[in-house]
């Protein structure tokens, strides 16, 4: 059975910071990895991946993938309070299925 | 350019009784992919609808049903409805011709009492 694993489950951290989220996977036919984030109901896309060792970036955010070692991480730099949210990582397979992880929640403090 | 749009917002209803939930896909879009999120957690696939077929199934009972109408909207059917099937369900689309980056609805908060 597909599994996403994100860690760490919640993070508190202060204006400013840094922050590493990461997610590990175990997926059949794998075809992308994506992050969203979702602060009150519908998630909001931030990155997908599709191949190893290339960052995308956005801003404060970015994401790299490691397929051999099945995991992503998400960097968040000079963190506002607006990053507060949960931070969702999704893996899809070749046949359209995505399987979500639990998230992690970030709430940023002034 | 509307969005992706799901209704109703909130609704409730008691044990044992059906709910059908609406979702228009973003413009262009042709795939409707249905999520359960319970509280807490990440959202659970239920299906996925391309071309009016159901594409792809996640691990939900047959109570779970779905359709996918011509102009691409779709409805989620649950019958026999259980308390545990209290939950926001989301709805996202996408293309199938592109990078299946999905766009999600805002959801429908629905409580099973």
């Known amino acids: 059975e597909d599994k996403v694993v994100q860690s760490p489950l919640s993070l508190v951290v202060h204006e400013g910071d840094t922050v590493t989220l990461n997610c590990s996977y175990e997926v059949t036919n794998f075809r992308s990895l994506l992050w969203y984030k979702q602060e009150k109901k519908a998630p909001t896309f931030l990155f997908m991946l599709t191949s190893s060792g290339i960052e995308k970036k956005s801003g404060r955010l970015s994401s790299i993938l490691d397929k051999k070692e099945l995991f992503s991480i998400l960097n968040i730099t000079a963190t506002q309070t607006g990053d507060s949210a949960i931070y969702l990582c999704a893996v899809e397979t070749n046949a359209g299925k995505s399987t979500f992880g639990d998230g992690t929640t970030l709430t940023v403090k002034p | 350019d509307a969005g992706v749009t799901q209704s109703p917002t909130h609704l409730i209803k008691t044990r044992g009784q059906q709910v059908t939930l609406r979702c228009s896909p973003k413009?262009?879009?042709?795939?409707v992919s249905w999520y359960q999120q319970a509280l807490g957690q990440g959202p659970q696939f239920i299906f996925q609808?391309?071309?009016?077929?159901?594409?792809q199934r996640g691990n939900f009972p047959d109570r779970f049903s779905g359709h996918q109408f011509p102009n691409y909207s779709s409805e989620l059917n649950v019958n026999a409805l259980l308390l545990g099937d209290s939950a926001l369900y989301l709805c996202?689309?996408?293309?199938?011709?592109?990078?299946?980056?999905?766009?999600f609805g805002p959801g429908t908060r629905l409580t099973v009492t």
């Open positions: 609808y391309y071309e009016e077929e159901e594409r």
């Open positions: 996202a689309s996408s293309w199938a011709g592109s990078s299946y980056e999905q766009y």
């Open positions: 413009s262009g879009h042709d795939t």
